[in-house]
């Protein structure tokens, strides 16, 4: 794919394979990172997001907005492998 992308942009290979990378690593980070924001809890805190989203309505919300980002990035992740 990278091959193909370089011989008709006239890009090198190994730029197209670095950005193919790239990308993949940044989505993927950002998917890591929703996660562990969704189930570490804060300095001093005992609970997490997806703990206060059982019993807490502003903990719903945050858990339900990760949760949609989460997705979002896993869905592009996806579609770039």
Do not use: C, Q
């Not at 001093?44 to 719903?60: C, F, L, P, Q, Y």
């Amino acid at each position: 794919m990278a091959a193909g992308i370089a011989a008709r942009t006239g890009f090198d290979v190994t730029a197209v394979r670095t950005v193919f990378v790239v990308t993949a690593v940044g989505v993927f980070g950002l998917a890591i990172y929703l996660l562990a924001w969704l189930l570490i809890p804060d300095a001093g805190e005992n609970k997490n997001i997806a703990s206060k989203a059982v019993t807490d309505r502003h903990g719903i919300t945050l858990a339900a907005g990760v949760s949609s980002l989460l997705v979002l990035a896993l869905a592009g992740f996806a579609v770039e492998v």
